[in-house]
Structures are given as C-alpha cells and as structure tokens.
C-alpha cells in the first residue's frame, strides 16, 4: 500500500504505541480504510473480524487533526458497519481510553458500554480502557 509510509508516520507522531502497519492492513481477517482530503491522508481506521464468532474488533479511528470536525470518523463508522454487514457480522466490538472524546464518539453513534479494564494501559492509572459493543444485527 502506498499510503503505509505517512500512515506510519502519523501514528508515530499522534499515538504513544508503535504498530505495524503492514501486518495490520495486510492482516488475515483485517479491513483497512484510508480516507483523503485534498490528496493527503485525513484518517484511516479498519477492523479486524473474528470468525468463531462473526464479532469484529475496530482496529483504530485516527482523523487528522486538520480534518476534525468534518464528520469523517462518522463515516469511517458507517463504512465500516456497512462492510460488517456485508460480511455477516453480528457484532462491533471497539476499546477506548477513558480520557478519550472517541469515548463519546462512540456512545453518541449507538455503542453501549460492555466492560471496563482499569490496568489495560501501562500509564500512571489516571486512565482505564473502556470497551463497547454495537449490535450489527438489531440496527
């Protein structure tokens, strides 16, 4: 993929974990999505499927700074529950740091809280990881 360089880059820049992109968009049962603006990445996210149990687990939302508040994570979500049902998947499964606006993000746009982890992050405990799903087939 031709984006992996500035995908890499960025996530290096705004997240504290180094991950391996191309294992993760080149990954066995993994979905991953670039949207841009003006020819330059605005975000990325994608979700990774579980087939034991037809649940997917959303990988990352990441939208550029430059490009918030334009509606882009709500439609990385659309796409990607369009892309679960298409694929027969029951449930969305995502994690989110307790201090995070994705928080919110998800909660406005129909998740429900499942479960809460308060030593997930290795930080200074201010922060606990809090897990949410969405019902694909109810919606």
């Known amino acids: 993929m031709k984006d992996l360089p500035e995908i890499e880059r ?30 330059k990445i605005a975000g990325f996210s994608g979700f990774h499927v579980f087939q034991w149990n037809n649940t997917a687990r959303i990988i990352d939302v990441f939208i550029h700074p430059q490009s918030r508040r334009e509606g882009n ?11 679960a049902r298409k694929l027969g998947i029951r449930t969305i499964i995502a994690e989110a740091p307790s201090l995070n606006p994705v928080l919110s993000f998800y909660l406005k746009n129909g998740f429900r809280v499942c479960g809460f982890n308060d030593r997930y992050y290795a930080n200074d405990g201010k922060e606990m990881a809090i897990f949410l799903s969405f019902d694909i087939i109810s919606k």
């Open 73 to 83: 994570a709500t439609k990385f979500f659309k796409k990607i529950k369009e892309e």
């Open 10 to 39: 960025l996530n290096n820049k705004y997240f504290h974990e180094i991950r391996d992109f191309k294992k993760i968009i080149e990954g066995r049962d993994n979905h991953f999505f670039v949207g841009k603006k003006d020819g």
